[in-house]
């Protein structure tokens, strides 16, 4: 993980922690945040994402650590000296101001010439469509274009940074994707830099250049969305983003384990794990091919591939796939997700391979069987 100051980076946190009494609601977090990126706090309920960004604003202080902003410490600036935006789940627009005049506000208040401030009203409610909107008051809008509102409020200004906490929250899945579509679009147009929080993945992996992974007051993973799903820096990454199948295995060497009676292949670790330690082979659904007993003879089993055998329990089709669970001979379960190609369905009750490559498995030592349960 980052610790040290990078050249480019524009916010950055350090050893950042804040309590409340006993309770450590954020632990001593270390962040670069690149000038121009999206990134998401991406953690479930209470991980303290909403704390640190709170803290980066102004609203809260921390109980000790550092928040700089281009190399400057902000811990003495005022929350509205900051250049910071912020977006909550709820809106609280004025009620009984029009569209145009909530989001000329921010600009009364700093005195912005009545000229200026008609062409950056005018220019920012193109930006999020809501040009024949402007002389409706918030009652007459619906709870998407009353966030455009509040978005479009908060960038008026031209601040730095804008800060944005489960801004879509309160909306409908299609109104959430559709403005998740256009947050996007404005962020690469405007180039602003974004943070961005979450306890939803989709829409972390949809917004983000990055995600930051909160646990319990710490960030556990950092990284894109797809770095962080194919290659997981730990086992609770690994089942808190998609879906994920753990193996209880024994390590025998650098790249093997034992799993049943089987030796199975590994990718070689990041940190070495030692021998004879309980590890975890993490294998994703889709990176499990299921075959026949007859299929299995007909495909030679290619040297950097593994192979178990397993019973089917159960498929369900799912339209575009199939979910397949899958029995290893010590009970163990394994999910397996088969693209519905052609008829590929495979009866429950009947013996088979299960194989997936190399490639496509991370172990993990010292895992915690709480971590996983809890993170899926
Ligand atoms: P998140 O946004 O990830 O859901 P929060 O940052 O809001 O989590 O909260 C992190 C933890 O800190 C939670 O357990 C929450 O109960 C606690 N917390 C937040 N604010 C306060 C407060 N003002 N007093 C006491 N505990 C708080
Ligand atoms: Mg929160």
């Known amino acids: 993980m980052l610790t040290q100051q990078n050249s480019s980076s524009l916010v950055t946190l350090?050893?950042?922690?804040?309590?409340?009494?006993?309770?450590?609601?954020?632990?001593?977090?270390?962040?670069?945040?690149?000038?121009?990126?999206?990134?998401?706090?991406?953690?479930?309920?209470?991980?303290?994402?909403?704390?640190?960004?709170?803290?980066?604003?102004?609203?809260e202080t921390p109980t000790s650590g550092e928040i700089r902003l281009n190399d400057k410490s902000l811990i003495e600036v005022p929350s509205h000296k900051r250049g910071i935006g912020m977006v909550f789940q709820h809106y609280s627009l004025f009620p009984h101001m029009n569209?145009?005049?909530?989001?000329?506000?921010?600009?009364?208040?700093?005195?912005?010439p009545k000229q200026e401030r008609d062409k950056k009203v005018d220019d920012i409610l193109k930006l999020v469509q809501l040009t024949d909107f402007a002389d409706r008051r918030?009652?007459?809008?619906?709870?998407?274009?009353?966030?455009?509102?509040?978005?479009?409020?908060?960038?008026?200004?031209?601040?730095?940074?804008l800060l944005m906490d489960e801004p879509l929250g309160a909306l409908d899945k299609k109104l959430r994707e559709d403005l998740q579509d256009e947050?996007?679009?404005?962020?690469?147009?405007?180039?602003?830099?974004i943070i961005y929080v979450t306890h939803d993945q989709d829409e972390a992996m949809r917004l983000s250049e990055r995600i930051a992974i909160?646990?319990?007051?710490?960030?556990?993973?950092?990284g894109s969305g797809k770095d962080l799903y194919n290659t997981p820096p730990n086992a609770f990454v690994a089942s808190?983003?998609?879906?994920?199948?753990?193996l209880k295995v024994k390590i025998v060497s650098e790249t093997e384990a034992q799993f049943e009676q089987q030796t199975l292949k590994l990718k070689k670790p990041a940190t070495p794990i030692p021998d004879q330690a309980d590890a975890l082979v993490m294998i994703r659904p889709e990176n499990i091919y299921?075959?026949?007993?007859?299929?299995?003879?007909?495909?030679?089993?290619?040297?950097?591939?593994?192979?178990?055998?397993?019973?089917?329990?159960?498929?369900?089709?799912?339209?575009?796939?199939?979910t397949c669970s899958l029995?290893?001979?010590?009970?163990?379960?394994?999910?397996?997700?088969?693209?519905?190609?052609?008829?590929?369905?495979i009866a429950p009750g009947s013996e088979v391979y299960v194989r997936w490559s190399t490639q496509h498995c991370c172990v993990y030592d010292n895992w915690n069987e709480q971590d996983i349960t809890k993170a899926s």
Not at 99 to 112: E, H
Not at 187 to 193: A, E, N, S, Y
Not at 240 to 246: K, M, P, T
Not at 294 to 314: F, G, H, M
């Open 290 to 322: 299921v075959l026949s007993k007859e299929q299995a003879e007909q495909e030679p089993l290619a040297s950097d591939i593994n192979q178990i055998s397993a019973t089917v329990e159960e498929t369900v089709f799912l339209g575009e796939s199939y």
């Open 138 to 161: 918030p009652s007459m809008l619906s709870g998407g274009q009353k966030q455009r509102v509040a978005i479009a409020r908060a960038l008026v200004y031209e601040p730095e940074i």
């Open 327 to 345: 029995i290893t001979s010590s009970g163990q379960r394994i999910m397996g997700k088969i693209v519905a190609r052609e008829h590929s369905e």
């Open 183 to 193: 947050l996007r679009q404005i962020h690469k147009r405007l180039g602003i830099t």
């Open 240 to 246: 808190f983003l998609g879906n994920s199948n753990f």
């Open 14 to 59: 350090k050893q950042l922690n804040k309590e409340y009494g006993e309770f450590t609601a954020v632990n001593h977090i270390n962040l670069d945040i690149e000038k121009g990126e999206f990134l998401t706090f991406l953690g479930s309920s209470g991980s303290g994402k909403s704390t640190t960004l709170s803290m980066i604003a102004g609203f």
């Open 99 to 112: 569209v145009r005049d909530n989001i000329g506000f921010p600009l009364d208040i700093r005195k912005v």
């Open 214 to 222: 909160f646990k319990e007051g710490e960030i556990i993973g950092l």
